[in-house]
């Protein structure tokens, strides 16, 4: 990495702003649930009522996206309009209805010198997010953080620029409305990537830093920050669909995994197919995929059945590269396996550890894939498209970790708490 000037005054801003979220949280840390779950719904209110205004905001973001050519999936992240931002709010809502996590008692016991002892639920305290063009994890973040008891140090990326902004002044003026200190909430997307930068040297301004993105992003975080990192993964999905799967079930699966949101890391981005079904499967898995625009990249085996059975899909040779490649577009490599054995075995060498699922009616098989498949989420005859906080029962989610320290899979209210040991004695004095 390119050495990186310090103390410079973007990394004096950050830091600031920084310390000013470190600075607010113990208030929220100390607020009943009532308090907060308020908070929530009146900033649910706040961004239906100005709703107009955030689209406004959204469109200047889109328009410069447009100009740059932007991938239609990443565009797909970045639109707002009325609806979303309706459903952005309803988020807020759902996550007020949830459980609160802060003061859970996890374990506790007295010892045999009287002394008791409990280890409670308590925030992490400042949670720094990198993520992009994903304006509604702008709010997400600051909603879960809020009902965690937790201040957010947001950088949304220069493409949502417009869109954050707007979003964090209403949530900052709800904060300001309630008697709260607005900086819980901050952004520092107008630094830009020197931000980022300044952001990943906070070390005891930011408790904790999680990147959210695409494979580039997450390394440059994991790789150079000096504060602590929750990794969060790209989604190279893969779909099984097994020698004895329900055709009738794995078409419309492997179809939702797909298309129903392109753009997004449970998106499925490659399809292995039993060679004892191929003949038959893929075929009818083609039909769907080419209605929907999807083009194949297609191993030796899958191109030369695709090619025989006259179907209507785009269909490209595979490469190696197709294999490591987490599209977020209407693309979908595909390739015949042997068996099970080898499907796993590929799954191993090219799955970056987000979500897997199989199609199958064998129950042997079904119990190998879920239990050999090292993935944060492993799923049978599911779309892949459920691995999501929200579809959990989380409410939302801050994101999906990857990593096995701390949190796995998707991350919501408990997720962004640590424990704490409380130890209450009468006099007690160690021999």
């Not at 994903?134 to 417009?162: E, F, I, M, W």
């Not at 499925?268 to 499967?281: K, N, P, Q, S």
């Amino acid at each position: 990495m390119t050495a990186v000037p310090r103390n410079t005054p973007v990394e004096q801003a950050v830091h600031e702003a920084a310390r000013a979220a470190k600075k607010a949280q113990p208030r929220l840390a100390r607020l009943h649930r009532d308090t907060k779950d308020a908070v929530l719904h009146a900033m649910a209110d706040g961004l239906v009522v100005r709703a107009e205004e955030i689209v406004a905001a959204n469109a200047r973001d889109l328009e410069v996206a447009d100009a740059a050519g932007i991938a239609a999936g990443l565009r797909d992240r970045l639109a707002l309009d009325p609806q979303r931002v309706s459903s952005i709010a309803q988020q807020l809502r759902d996550a007020a209805g949830l459980p609160d996590p802060v003061g859970e008692v996890i374990r506790g016991s007295v010892l045999r010198n009287g002394l008791e002892l409990r280890e409670v639920r308590v925030p992490l305290g400042v949670i720094g997010m990198v993520y992009e063009a994903r304006p509604n994890v702008t709010v997400d973040a600051a909603g879960l953080a809020l009902k965690s008891g937790n201040a957010v140090v947001l950088r949304g990326g220069s493409a949502a620029l417009h869109s954050n902004t707007a979003l964090i002044a209403v949530l900052r003026s709800v904060l300001t409305a309630h008697d709260l200190p607005e900086d819980l909430i901050v952004g520092i997307d107008e630094h830009g990537r020197e931000g980022v930068d300044a952001l990943m040297r906070a070390r005891g301004l930011v408790d904790v830093l999680i990147p959210r993105g695409g494979e580039g992003l997450i390394r440059r975080v994991v790789e150079n920050s000096l504060v602590p990192v929750i990794e969060t993964g790209t989604g190279k999905t893969h779909i099984l669909v097994d020698a004895s799967a329900d055709l009738e079930q794995a078409v419309p699966i492997v179809v939702n995994s797909k298309t129903h949101r392109v753009g997004v890391c449970n998106a499925l981005e490659t399809l292995l197919v039993h060679r004892d079904i191929a003949g038959t499967a893929l075929p009818r898995l083609a039909a769907p995929l080419a209605e929907a625009g999807v083009r194949l990249h297609a191993d030796e085996e899958s191109a030369r059945i695709l090619t025989e059975s006259g179907t209507a899909a785009e269909v490209l040779p595979a490469t190696a590269e197709d294999w490591d490649t987490e599209y977020l577009a209407l693309e979908l490599a595909v390739k015949v396996v042997d068996d099970l054995d080898e499907a796993l075995d590929h799954i191993r060498e090219h799955s970056t550890g987000h979500t897997e699922s199989i199609l199958t009616r064998d129950l042997i098989s079904q119990q190998r894939f879920l239990a050999e498949v090292d993935s944060a989420v492993v799923m049978a005859n599911a779309s892949t498209r459920f691995s999501d906080g929200g579809e959990f029962g989380f409410g939302a989610e801050i994101g999906i970790s990857t990593q096995k320290l701390h949190a796995r899979g998707p991350m919501g209210l408990v997720e962004m708490t640590t424990g704490k040991w409380l130890v209450v004695g009468q006099g007690h004095v160690r021999p």
